[in-house]
Structure formats: C-alpha cells, structure tokens
C-alpha cells in the first residue's frame, strides 16, 4: 500500500458512535487514533490470553466450575419485592430447575416494563395490572345460592366494574363463556340481564343439590378479567419508573396487553421464552437466569461454562434437560450413555440393537482405561524411525 494513504488512514477521525461509546467507560477526554489502537492492542492481548488451548477438555472444566460452586448453594425460597405472597424460587433448588430444563418453575414469576406515560403514571400503571391480573367474578359483585328455585344469582356492583374499566356487558358474556372454555363444563344455562347487571345460572339437573354447589363453585372462581395464569401483581417505584412484578407467567398474554414494553418484560419460565421468542432467546435466558442465581449467592462463575452448557442445552433447536431424558440419555456412545443412569437398560438395549462404541469421548475411554482423546492424548504416534 501507498505509504502516503497508510498515514491518511492512521490520521483519519474514528467514527462518531466509536468515540461515544468509548467516552462511557473513558470520561469526556477525547480519543485519538493512537489511544483508539493502543486499546485495541490491550483487547486483542486480553482475547489471546484467555482462549481456550487446543484439545482442552472444556465440558470437564464448565462441569466443574459450576458444579463446585454449586455444592455451598443454600436451599430457600425468596420473598419477592418485599411483599410476603410472591415468593421465587433461589440458590440450589432454582439452579436444579434451569439445568433440568423444567417446563414450568416451581414458582413462575415476570418483571413486566411499562412504555411511555404508563411507566411514570401510578394510575395507569395500576390500570396496565388490572388487565394483567387475574381477576375472579366474585370480586365484581355478590354471588348467591338459591336452593329453593335451584340456581345461581350474580349481582354486579356498577361502581367497581366502573374502578377496573371494564363493562358490565363485557363480564355477562365472559363469566358463561369462561367456564364452558377454560374449566369445560357445560351442565348449565345462564341468563343475562345487563338492565339490572345481573347474571342467573342454572343448573341442567335441577334435581341434584351437588350439580347447584358445584356449579355455584365454578361461577365464584371463573376469571373474568386478567389473565388466567397470573394470580397477582404488585406495582412497584424503582429508578423513577413502575414495574409491575407477578406471581404467575404468561408471556403470550402480557405481550398483548397495550403499555407493556416487550423488549423488557421478562419471565423465569425458559420453556415459555422459548416457545414464544425463539431458541435464541431461550438460550440466553438459561445464561442470564444461571448467572443471576450465582450472582445471588455471591458466586462468581466465568460466563463461558455457563455459555457453553445453554449452547449444549439448545443445539437441536429446543431446550433439552442435562439429564438422562436429555443431553446425556442422547450421546452416541453407548459405554457414555451407560455410566450416567439406568446401565443395565442401556447396554441391553445397544446389545439388541447391535449397536457399536468408537471410543472418541472422555467417559467411553476412561471406562476401558485408555487414555483419553485431548490433550497429549490427542497426538498419536504414526511412524517409529529406525535408529541405527
């Protein structure tokens, strides 16, 4: 290249975005080219330093590094945002669920952001809850047994339909239709009367005091506002915005309600992120929600062996569990598969199905006492010379 066009290069203005962004972490001095390069010459020092060297066995050492770590978890239940009815599963038993990639944690919660005036305005942050909270009938007015004429009255309190903007119209339609849908049962009849904000369910035995009591049952607790799988919300102030936090998660739902900042929200149920957002999603959930549960008990866990087992957990396009309904009951190697659970099925099963062992994991050659295929044992020896 043109000596002359190599100083033009060397001389030319780094780009806008490059000097804001290195102005967060440098202070408002200036950068130059030089300062640019000699920081460049530091990362690219720090990315040699760090990788990882041939042949190293690096599942063994994430195996590890999590798993030592693991052992001085404790066992408990957080509870949440300081209010005593959300509790989160932390520590050891949180850490199990991840790996076990369990379809739904024990205790499903959101952080739910709000966009816009929603997020610095309590009332319509309450109103964004309402929409999200599961709400039963029974909180919307009286519900009555009437054993002499065999059904169920429901009175509607205007006042409170008013409170949580919502129409009386709207929850006459909903409550019958919610129980045949949601709990599918259909031995009914109901009666709207929007004039006097009443709705009259009838059982289709009329014989039967059992039919009347199961029936007055399922219109107490049909939800008619909300979302099915949140029973709560609290509202709570952090950093000059409200957030709202849930027991329960549904994704699907939340997304939909209008104020929610989707690319914020979030949930600890992975299988769900996945479901919605894509496997890439659900990758990084597995990371961030290992991290924060590490980061929780005060352990420091490099982010690459946790980096590595999510890409180990997501390399089919689904999350599958660590386990032997997962990653372990699925290796090649029949001696492998053997030593984690369950031997005896394994080797029957690999017998019948004339299967064979080709010897190219740790495990398979540790059982027959060769070395192992990384590090020194990576190199083989293909011709001895003669010495004279």
């Given at each position: 290249?043109?000596?002359?066009?190599?100083?033009?290069?060397?001389?030319?203005?780094?780009?806008?975005?490059?000097?804001?962004?290195?102005?967060?972490?440098?202070?408002?001095?200036?950068?130059?080219?030089?300062?640019?390069?000699?920081?460049?010459?530091?990362?690219?020092?720090?990315?040699?330093?760090?990788?990882?060297?041939?042949?190293?066995?690096?599942?063994?050492?994430?195996?590890?590094?999590?798993?030592?770590?693991?052992?001085?978890?404790?066992?408990?239940?957080?509870?949440?945002?300081?209010?005593?009815?959300?509790?989160?599963?932390?520590?050891?038993?949180?850490?199990?669920?991840?790996?076990?990639?369990?379809?739904?944690?024990?205790?499903?919660?959101?952080?739910?952001?709000l966009e816009g005036d929603y997020k610095i305005n309590?009332?319509?942050?309450?109103?964004?809850?309402?929409?999200?909270?599961?709400?039963?009938?029974?909180?919307?007015?009286?519900?009555?047994?009437?054993?002499?004429?065999?059904?169920?009255?429901?009175?509607?309190?205007?006042?409170?339909?008013?409170?949580?903007?919502?129409?009386?119209?709207?929850?006459?339609?909903?409550?019958?239709?919610?129980?045949?849908?949601?709990?599918?049962?259909?031995?009914?009849?109901?009666?709207?009367?929007?004039?006097?904000?009443?709705?009259?369910?009838?059982?289709?035995?009329?014989?039967?005091?059992?039919?009347?009591?199961?029936?007055?049952?399922?219109?107490?607790?049909?939800?008619?506002?909300?979302?099915?799988?949140?029973?709560?919300?609290?509202?709570?102030?952090?950093?000059?915005?409200?957030?709202?936090?849930?027991?329960?998660?549904?994704?699907?739902?939340?997304?939909?309600?209008?104020?929610?900042?989707?690319?914020?929200?979030?949930?600890?149920?992975?299988?769900?992120?996945?479901?919605?957002?894509?496997?890439?999603?659900?990758?990084?959930?597995?990371?961030?929600?290992?991290?924060?549960?590490?980061?929780?008990?005060?352990?420091?866990?490099?982010?690459?062996?946790?980096?590595?087992?999510?890409?180990?957990?997501?390399?089919?396009?689904?999350?599958?569990?660590?386990?032997?309904?997962?990653?372990?009951?699925?290796?090649?190697?029949?001696?492998?598969?053997?030593?984690?659970?369950?031997?005896?099925?394994?080797?029957?099963?690999?017998?019948?199905?004339?299967?064979?062992?080709?010897?190219?994991?740790?495990?398979?050659?540790?059982?027959?006492?060769?070395?192992?295929?990384?590090?020194?044992?990576?190199?083989?020896?293909?011709?001895?010379?003669?010495?004279?």
């Open positions: 290249m043109d000596p002359d066009m190599l100083n033009q290069i060397e001389e030319a203005e780094l780009p806008e975005k490059t000097k804001n962004d290195l102005k967060k972490y440098l202070g408002p001095k200036d950068i130059s080219k030089k300062d640019f390069d000699l920081i460049m010459e530091r990362v690219l020092e720090e990315y040699d330093a760090t990788r990882v060297e041939p042949c190293e066995a690096v599942g063994i050492i994430a195996a590890q590094s999590i798993g030592e770590p693991g052992t001085q978890m404790t066992m408990r239940t957080f509870h949440y945002a300081g209010v005593a009815e959300i509790n989160v599963t932390l520590g050891l038993p949180r850490l199990i669920e991840i790996m076990d990639a369990r379809k739904s944690p024990s205790t499903p919660t959101m952080t739910i952001y309590r009332d319509m942050a309450r109103e964004v809850s309402w929409q999200i909270e599961a709400a039963p009938l029974h909180e919307f007015g009286d519900i009555t047994t009437d054993m002499l004429e065999m059904k169920v009255n429901v009175q509607l309190n205007r006042e409170v339909c008013k409170k949580r903007k919502i129409s009386v119209e709207d929850i006459l339609e909903r409550a019958p239709q919610k129980i045949k849908d949601r709990s599918h049962y259909r031995d009914f009849e109901a009666e709207q009367d929007p004039d006097n904000a009443r709705l009259i369910f009838l059982p289709k035995d009329r014989d039967s005091y059992q039919n009347l009591f199961i029936l007055a049952e399922q219109v107490r607790k049909v939800i008619v506002q909300g979302i099915d799988d949140i029973e709560r919300v609290v509202v709570r102030k952090e950093s000059g915005e409200y957030i709202l936090y849930t027991e329960g998660s549904n994704l699907k739902g939340v997304f939909e309600v209008e104020g929610v900042d989707t690319s914020r929200t979030r949930t600890n149920n992975i299988a769900e992120i996945s479901e919605v957002l894509g496997i890439e999603a659900g990758r990084n959930a597995i990371i961030d929600e290992a991290l924060s549960t590490l980061r929780e008990q005060g352990i420091s866990v490099d982010v690459r062996h946790i980096m590595l087992v999510a890409d180990m957990m997501c390399l089919e396009g689904e999350v599958k569990q660590i386990g032997r309904h997962g990653i372990a009951g699925e290796k090649e190697s029949v001696l492998s598969r053997a030593a984690f659970e369950v031997t005896v099925n394994h080797l029957l099963d690999a017998a019948i199905a004339n299967e064979e062992d080709i010897l190219e994991g740790v495990t398979e050659n540790v059982i027959v006492g060769q070395p192992i295929q990384l590090g020194t044992g990576d190199v083989k020896l293909i011709a001895k010379p003669k010495l004279n």
